[in-house]
């Protein structure tokens, strides 16, 4: 069965510090990943897919990630964070062959000025 | 161009009762899911509603839950009973393709 881990429950950054939000994936297919972006009383919002194009997969608001396979990973980053990317994000992996999402249990970023 | 809508925002309702959560998907997505994030939680799959095939119910916690979808647009969760461990926010996404998922603002579900 298809899957996404997400690592961390909390991260924690200085304001203009590099963010690294970790995700892991299980499927037995080349998988289609997403990351989404929940800020406080907002609706969520697509940061950026993956689907077997380009491994490294540029997003929105500066951030990016690479789709390695050899670690089953896609990760998520931006080099300079700022106030505003305090939020919760998610890991998606779509179900091969169907319209069905798996979501990680999310990440909270917080960002320390 | 209006994107997802959900009603209502918020909901109160008792332990027992019955309620009915609506969505409004984007004209023309022939995607449509439901899910459910509780306090803290990441978001769990409850069902979800692709043209005219048979939706995918795999993530019903309940045979107290159900939706449907009329006319292949706005769509209604049924939570029949409530029971206290239904409170959450409720989400709704629609999607034109397997590509994005557009969401909702979600309903706020609380069962006293």
């Known amino acids: 069965a298809q899957s996404v881990t997400q690592l961390d429950s909390h991260v924690s950054v200085s304001e203009g510090t590099p963010v690294l939000l970790r995700c892991n994936y299980s499927?037995?297919?080349?998988?289609?990943l997403f990351w989404y972006v929940q800020h406080p009383n907002k609706g969520l919002q697509l940061l950026l897919k993956?689907?077997?194009?380009?491994?490294l997969v540029k997003g929105i608001n500066g951030f990016e990630a690479e789709f390695k396979k050899s670690e089953t990973s896609f990760h998520l980053t931006k080099p300079s964070a700022h106030m505003s990317d305090a939020a919760e994000y998610f890991c998606?992996?779509?179900?091969?062959?169907?319209?069905?999402?798996?979501f990680g249990t999310g990440t909270r970023l917080k960002v320390l000025a | 161009g209006a994107g997802v809508s959900q009603s209502p925002s918020n909901k109160v309702t008792e332990k027992g009762k019955d309620v009915e959560l609506r969505c409004d998907p984007i004209?023309?997505?022939?995607?449509l899911y439901w899910y459910r994030q509780s306090l803290g939680q990441g978001l769990e799959f409850l069902i979800y509603?692709?043209?005219?095939?048979?939706?995918?119910k795999s993530g019903l916690p309940s045979d107290r839950f159900s939706a449907e979808r009329t006319g292949g647009s706005v769509s209604t969760l049924t939570i029949q009973r409530t029971q206290q461990e239904d409170s959450a926010v409720y989400l709704c996404?629609?999607?034109?393709?397997?590509?994005?998922?557009?969401f909702g603002p979600g309903t706020r579900l609380t069962v006293l």
């Open positions: 996404a629609s999607s034109p393709d397997s590509s994005e998922q557009f």
């Open positions: 499927s037995s297919y080349s998988p289609s």
């Open positions: 993956y689907t077997s194009a380009a491994t």
């Open positions: 998606v992996v779509r179900v091969s062959g169907t319209y069905k999402y798996i």
């Open positions: 004209s023309g997505h022939t995607a």
């Open positions: 509603f692709q043209g005219n095939s048979a939706p995918d």
